[in-house]
Nanobody, 126 residues
Framework: EVQLQASGGGLVQAGGSLRLSCAVSTFTFGRYAIGWFRQGPGGERDGVSCFSTSDYSTEYSDSAKGRFTVSSDRAKNTVYLQMNDVKPEDTGVYYC???????????????????WGQGTQVTVSS
């Protein structure tokens, strides 16, 4: 069973917008945090943002601050990453991952996330 389903990637011009979605099944809203990670050409998965459904805390990487917004829809059990004013350096495969349990103050530290979804490709053209 797919537990995290990421979608919404695509090709967009620099300055444009995309909204990524992470649909969560199996896990109960309030009992997980979702982290968004970008894997660039170098292969490393860097933290972009996170959202905790336990306390609604958020965190953003320096490059994401002011441009990206993470949010949730409790009824749909889905977490979103709104990407505005995208730049070519935002290109990569975006993964959503879940840290289970009551999460107070989420952080975008990769090793804290136990369940990973498949990625969605974001390509920003200049």
């Amino acid at each position: 069973e797919v537990q995290l389903q990421a979608s919404g990637g695509g090709l967009v011009q620099a300055g444009g917008s995309l909204r990524l979605s992470c649909a969560v099944s199996t896990f109960t809203f309030g009992r997980y945090a979702i982290g968004w990670f970008r894997q660039g050409p170098g292969g490393e998965r860097d933290g972009v943002s996170c959202f905790s459904t336990s306390d609604y805390s958020t965190e953003y990487s320096d490059s994401a601050k002011g441009r990206f917004t993470v949010s949730s829809d409790r009824a749909k059990n889905t977490v979103y990453l709104q990407m505005n004013d995208v730049k070519p350096e935002d290109t990569g495969v975006y993964y959503c991952a879940a840290r289970l349990g009551s999460v107070i103050g989420c952080r975008t530290i990769r090793v804290e996330y136990e369940v990973w979804g498949q990625g969605t490709q974001v390509t920003v053209s200049s």
